[in-house]
């Protein structure tokens, strides 16, 4: 039974380049977190998606973040035009259903902006 | 907003020795505390977790206490073992359960 996948593990990019961070949830998890983890930094919220729905995405940057989770395929946290300060850890975490807290994450995906 | 504090950032322990690990919370509506391990390189996976209405977990050799009176909650390791060497974050939610506001992280160093 395979875990949360995200891919790539390590991404570099230019400033001003796309980043695009991919999540397959734990198989019969239809709930979608991402979330943004800053160096010596605890985890901070981003967005929570279910299929073709984002639910709350309170914690995500008004600019240049969007992310999706499409009826077929992962989710994909995209961020656009990449500044210095995007350079972090990415997780993603699925549930099985929502409201009991208990998050499965991914291994994660590190961005580093050049 | 919800604030979560946590206590020690870093943690130097003997092996077989007890950890402890402390964290405060802001937001009296939270009511869902749990505790994440992470080792290097990978995710946080979830080792404990208590609700508001209970008072103290345990699992094996680790505890979980809550004092909602005073907005704090506590992970108790007890005769540890070098593989408990990890970062361990706690963090506080209220009834959405995912939104999960965590502390900065203690690092745990477990030394034979």
């Known amino acids: 039974n395979a875990g949360v996948m995200q891919n790539p593990r390590h991404l570099v990019r230019r400033r001003g380049q796309e980043a695009r961070l991919r999540c397959s949830p734990m198989?019969?998890?239809?709930?979608v977190y991402w979330y943004r983890q800053l160096p010596e930094e605890g985890l901070k919220f981003m967005v929570y998606?279910?299929?073709?729905?984002?639910?709350?995405e309170s914690g995500m940057p008004k600019e240049r973040f969007s992310a999706e989770f499409p009826k077929e395929g992962p989710s994909i946290l995209r961020i656009q035009q990449v500044v210095r300060g995007d350079s972090a850890a990415y997780f993603c975490?699925?549930?099985?259903?929502?409201?009991?807290?208990?998050?499965?994450f991914g291994e994660g995906s590190r961005l580093t902006v050049l | 907003g919800e604030n979560v504090e946590q206590h020690p950032s870093t943690l130097s322990v003997q092996e077989g020795d007890s950890a402890v690990i402390k964290c405060t919370y802001s937001?009296?509506?939270?009511?869902?505390f749990p505790w994440y391990k992470q080792e290097l390189g990978k995710g946080p996976q979830l080792i404990i977790d208590?609700?508001?209405?209970?008072g103290e977990k345990k699992d094996q050799r680790i505890a979980v206490t809550l004092n909602k009176t005073a907005k704090h909650f506590s992970l108790h390791i007890t005769e540890t073992q070098p593989e408990d060497s990890a970062v361990y974050f706690c963090?506080?939610?209220?009834?959405?359960?995912?939104?999960?506001?965590f502390g900065k992280g203690t690092s745990l160093l477990v030394t034979p």
């Open positions: 998606l279910q299929k073709e729905n984002i639910i709350d």
């Open positions: 198989k019969g998890h239809s709930h």
């Open positions: 937001d009296s509506a939270s009511n869902y």
């Open positions: 963090a506080a939610s209220t009834n959405s359960g995912y939104a999960l506001n």
């Open positions: 975490a699925s549930s099985k259903t929502s409201g009991t807290g208990e998050l499965f």
């Open positions: 208590i609700r508001s209405n209970v």
